[in-house]
C-alpha cells in the first residue's frame, strides 16, 4: 500500500524560510514530486527528486532520502503569493503512478 | 503554448443522474491521467492510458465510472447514476512519451451533486 504524511498546516511571516516535511511508505518507489496547488487552481509542477541529496531551484530547494523515506521542500524568502497548498506525492513507474499526501497549506503572513 | 483543458469547469447535476467530463491533453502527450479531489485532500488517482489504452485502474474506479481515450487524444470520464459522494474536483494530467514523469494538470472539472 501506499502512505503518504505531511503536516496540515504551516504558518510563517513574509521573509522568512519554511520547511514541508514529507514521509513516504510505498510499494515500488520511483521519485518524489511536489506540487503547488492555489485554492480553485490545478497543481503545478516545483520540482522532481529521484537521488538522494538537495535540489536547489530558485528560492525553492527540495531534499530526498530513499533510505529513510523522507522528503522536504524549502521556501526561501517568502512572499506572499506562496501562501498556497503544497503536494508531496510519491512516483511509480509501474503505472506511471502519484500517489498524493494530503498537502500542507501555508499561509504566509506580513 | 496550449496546456490541458477539460470542459465544462463546473458541473451541478441531481443524484442519480449521468454526466461525462472531457479532457484535451497537452498536444503529443501520450500519457493521460484522471485524478478525483475532495476539498483538503490531494488528488486520487483515478486511471492512466498510454495512447488509446488504458493501462491502470484505482480500486477507487467503481463500476459507475468508466473512462476512455478512443483516438488516443483526447478523454472522457463519465459517472452513471451519481451520487452525492462524488462530488469533488475531477483532475486531467497528461505526460510526454520517453522518459519525463512530470504530469501537467488542467484546471479540472468541479462536480456537485445536489
Known amino acids: 500500500g501506499q502512505n503518504i504524511d505531511q503536516p496540515t498546516e504551516m504558518t510563517a511571516t513574509e521573509g522568512a524560510i519554511v520547511q514541508i516535511n514529507c514521509t513516504y511508505q510505498?510499494?515500488?518507489?520511483?521519485?518524489l514530486f511536489w506540487y503547488q496547488q492555489h485554492a480553485g487552481e490545478a497543481p503545478t509542477f516545483l520540482s522532481y527528486?529521484?537521488?538522494?541529496g538537495l535540489e536547489e531551484k530558485g528560492r525553492f530547494s527540495s531534499f530526498l532520502s530513499r533510505s529513510k523515506g523522507y522528503s522536504y521542500l524549502l521556501l526561501k524568502e517568502l512572499q506572499m503569493k506562496d501562501s498556497a497548498s503544497y503536494l508531496c506525492a510519491a512516483f511509480k513507474a509501474a503505472g506511471n503512478k502519484l500517489t498524493f499526501g494530503g498537502g500542507t497549506r501555508v499561509l504566509v503572513k506580513p | 503554448d496550449t496546456g490541458v483543458s477539460q470542459d465544462p469547469r463546473h458541473k451541478i447535476t441531481k443524484r442519480g443522474q449521468n454526466v461525462t467530463f472531457r479532457c484535451d491533453p497537452i498536444s503529443e502527450h501520450n500519457r493521460l491521467y484522471w485524478y478525483r479531489q475532495t476539498l483538503g485532500q490531494g488528488p486520487e488517482f483515478l486511471t492512466y492510458?498510454?495512447?488509446?489504452?488504458?493501462?491502470?485502474k484505482s480500486r477507487l474506479l467503481s463500476d459507475r465510472f468508466s473512462a476512455e481515450r478512443p483516438k488516443g487524444s483526447f478523454s472522457t470520464l463519465e459517472i452513471q447514476r451519481t451520487e452525492q459522494g462524488d462530488s469533488a474536483m475531477y483532475l486531467c494530467?497528461?505526460?510526454?512519451?520517453?522518459?519525463?514523469?512530470?504530469?501537467?494538470f488542467g484546471p479540472g472539472t468541479r462536480l456537485t451533486v445536489t
Open positions: 527528486n529521484v537521488l538522494d
Open positions: 494530467a497528461s505526460s510526454p512519451p520517453g522518459g519525463g514523469n512530470e504530469q501537467y
Open positions: 492510458f498510454q495512447n488509446e489504452a488504458q493501462l491502470e
Open positions: 510505498t510499494s515500488g518507489f520511483n521519485g
